[in-house]
Structure formats: C-alpha cells, structure tokens
C-alpha cells in the first residue's frame, strides 16, 4: 500500500475524512486554503467550483471543463493537489517497518 494522497484542501497527508476538511490552513499552517468543500464539491473561497479530479495523481482528461482544471491547494492551472509544492511530501518509511 503506498502513502496517502494529500487532501485536496490542506494538502496534508494525514488520516482524516477530507471529503469533508474545513481547514482553513493548509497542513503546516503556512497558507490559507484556497478551497473549501461545499455539500462534498470542491470550490475556491471566491466561489468557483473546481474539478476533482485533476487533483488527483492521474488528473481529468474532460475538456468540456478546462476552466476548473486549477489547483485546489494553491490556485495554479499547471497542477492539481497530488503534485502542489505546497502539499505535505509523502512518507517514504514504511509504517509498519519503522
């Protein structure tokens, strides 16, 4: 099993239900968040919503819809969440070994 995805909210990678995170801070307390999660969607604080899936590792490949295709950790078009410099860097020690 490899490490978890960050949420796509505060970017943290720790055990948590984050379909439903309300932070208000990423992981580390450094940034605002720039999304938040209304009714289980995912949209910015100035009320755009934004894809869910092009915050996962393997992205969105719908056009129709390019427009959402921004990071829901740092705003930026060029990535989703999984691959936000800002998100929390996956552990590479096995829990179970350590």
């Known amino acids: 099993m490899g490490p978890l995805p960050c ?6 990678r720790n055990p948590h239900h984050t379909v439903e995170c309300i932070a208000t801070q990423t992981w580390d307390k450094q940034f605002e968040t720039v999304s938040e999660r ?27 819809h390019d427009a959402r295709h921004v990071c829901s950790g740092c705003g930026a078009a060029t990535h989703g969440a999984q691959k936000c410099p800002r998100a929390q860097k996956a552990s590479t020690a096995d829990p179970v070994q350590s």
């Open 38 to 64: 209304i009714h289980k969607g995912l949209w910015t604080k100035d009320g755009k919503q934004i894809c869910t899936a092009w915050q996962r590792d393997e992205g969105c490949t719908t056009p129709k």
């Open 7 to 12: 949420c796509a909210v505060c970017l943290g």
